[in-house]
């Protein structure tokens, strides 16, 4: 599929496509909140996070080119994003993450190692991100050991929304390298 989509107003018009069906989906409740989050196909798993004020469907593009590759995929809608419901606490990036925990514990996925930053790493980058600069990619890539940093051409930071193929393919090289 060859979308490009620069200026994100397909995005706009019409969000991205619909994710397919799920195998699984539902809520986790967690630390005040209830995370929803989708299974998708099957195979060594993949857990998709969006961007802040956004939501698992706007994976819509990468979900089933992740699961025609042999992958389970799992989206989640953050805390306080989507479906899932939030508390009065601040966000912030911790209780985020233990989130996820929270659906890998629910979901039997035993193994995610990023805490340690012990599994292999890609770094990726729009070359015209807006809300990421260069130097912090640089930064996180030369600070995690054998990280990869990939720098996406022609693409902000909505690679998956503005060019999803090439974005799908930077993802698939490091899972087939990654196992």
Do not use: C, W
């Given at each position: 599929?060859?979308?490009?989509?620069?200026?994100?107003?397909?995005?706009?018009?019409?969000?991205?496509?619909?994710?397919p069906a799920a195998r699984a989906d539902g809520f986790v409740e967690h630390d005040g909140a209830r995370i929803w989050h989708a299974v998708h196909g099957e195979g060594p798993a993949v857990i998709l996070l969006h961007g802040g004020l956004g939501n698992a469907g706007n994976w819509g593009?990468?979900?089933?080119?992740?699961?025609?590759?042999?992958?389970?995929?799992?989206?989640?809608?953050?805390?306080?994003?989507?479906?899932?419901?939030?508390?009065?606490?601040?966000?912030?990036?911790?209780?985020?993450?233990?989130?996820?925990?929270?659906?890998?514990?629910?979901?039997?996925?035993?193994?995610?190692?990023?805490?340690?930053?012990?599994?292999?790493?890609?770094?990726?980058?729009?070359?015209?991100?807006?809300?990421?600069?260069?130097?912090?990619?640089?930064?996180?890539?030369?600070?995690?050991?054998?990280?990869?940093?990939?720098?996406?051409?022609?693409?902000?930071?909505?690679?998956?929304?503005?060019?999803?193929?090439?974005?799908?393919?930077?993802?698939?090289?490091?899972?087939?390298?990654?196992?």
């Open positions: 599929m060859q979308i490009a989509d620069d200026d994100l107003v397909l995005f706009e018009r019409q969000g991205a496509p619909a994710l593009y990468q979900v089933p080119a992740l699961v025609a590759a042999g992958r389970t995929v799992i989206v989640i809608d953050s805390r306080g994003h989507g479906r899932s419901t939030r508390d009065t606490q601040p966000f912030g990036y911790g209780r985020m993450a233990e989130d996820v925990l929270a659906v890998m514990d629910h979901l039997g996925l035993v193994k995610a190692d990023l805490a340690g930053i012990r599994v292999p790493v890609t770094v990726a980058i729009g070359e015209g991100d807006e809300f990421i600069r260069q130097e912090h990619a640089v930064y996180l890539a030369q600070s995690i050991p054998g990280a990869n940093l990939v720098n996406l051409p022609e693409v902000s930071h909505f690679a998956p929304l503005q060019r999803p193929a090439l974005f799908n393919r930077a993802v698939l090289r490091f899972l087939d390298r990654n196992g």
